[in-house]
């Protein structure tokens, strides 16, 4: 492999214990994809993140076929991961996990509604939660590719949470504001329920995002995407 291919491997076994670090995964549940030109850089199946390596990486192309390390095997999930980037090319990464408060919303199949102005950065007035469908199955990859249609972000009934970027810092980054907008939803829920922001005030800061969000420098600058 490249050096570009060997900082990019480096970059997802960063974010999978980046994760962990964070609270938003537990145990190997999670995965990550990057894109690559040919296909799709992907954690592997059930390797403790503590352990994993540049080189556990799997690569797939865009027709499913992968190449690993001996003993490694595309993680259960590889059919969203390749889905979501085939059909969404702004997308250049890829993060799944089972944050503690997403996934308590999404057991009771609740999108996460527009308390808060930082919804849009998921892409509009909530964060949709998919419908259930069985881990690893086509099924279930087509339900959050429809999730995922207009939307940045989206939860999985009775799963979990993606969230996708336009690079892997900016999907870390989501994914974390992902779950604080769920904790903060489940939060009100305990008290009542809570005044929404309207859909024309939405509208107003998704013309302004690129004011805001996450900024990152250019390499050159010495901090890579």
């Known amino acids: 492999m490249d050096d570009q291919?060997?900082?990019?491997r480096r970059?997802?076994?960063?974010?999978?214990?980046?994760?962990?670090?964070a609270g938003i995964?537990?145990?190997?549940?999670g995965n990550i994809s990057v894109?690559?030109?040919?296909?799709?850089?992907?954690?592997p199946s059930g390797l403790p993140y503590d352990q994993?390596?540049?080189?556990?990486?799997?690569?797939?192309?865009?027709?499913?076929?992968?190449?690993?390390?001996?003993?490694n095997v595309p993680s259960t999930e590889w059919r969203f991961h390749l889905d979501i980037l085939r059909a969404k090319p702004e997308v250049s990464a890829v993060v799944h996990a089972h944050p503690t408060y997403c996934t308590i919303l999404a057991i009771l199949q609740r999108p996460?509604?527009?308390?808060?102005?930082?919804?849009?950065?998921?892409?509009?007035?909530?964060?949709?939660?998919?419908?259930?469908a069985q881990y690893g199955?086509?099924?279930?990859?087509?339900?959050?590719?429809?999730a995922l249609a207009?939307?940045?972000?989206?939860?999985?009934?009775?799963?979990?949470?993606i969230a996708t970027g336009v690079s892997l810092r900016k999907a870390m980054w989501l994914a974390i504001e992902v779950e604080t907008l769920a904790r903060q939803y489940h939060g009100c829920l305990q008290i009542g329920t809570p005044p929404l922001l309207p859909n024309d005030e939405i509208d107003s800061i998704l013309k302004r995002w690129g004011q805001y969000g996450l900024r990152e420098r250019s390499p050159q600058a010495g901090l890579a995407a």
Request: glycine letters at 8%; aromatic letters at 6%.
């Open 5 to 8: 291919e060997r900082e990019l």
């Open 11 to 21: 970059s997802v076994v960063e974010a999978c214990r980046e994760m962990a670090t």
């Open 25 to 29: 995964n537990q145990g190997t549940s």
């Open 35 to 43: 894109r690559v030109a040919d296909g799709m850089l992907l954690t």
């Open 52 to 71: 994993m390596t540049p080189e556990d990486i799997v690569f797939m192309d865009w027709n499913g076929e992968w190449k690993a390390s001996e003993g």
């Open 112 to 132: 996460i509604p527009a308390i808060h102005y930082m919804i849009a950065a998921a892409g509009g007035n909530d964060v949709p939660c998919a419908p259930y």
């Open 137 to 146: 199955t086509a099924e279930l990859s087509a339900l959050a590719v429809a």
């Open 150 to 161: 207009d939307r940045r972000a989206c939860l999985l009934a009775h799963h979990g949470m």
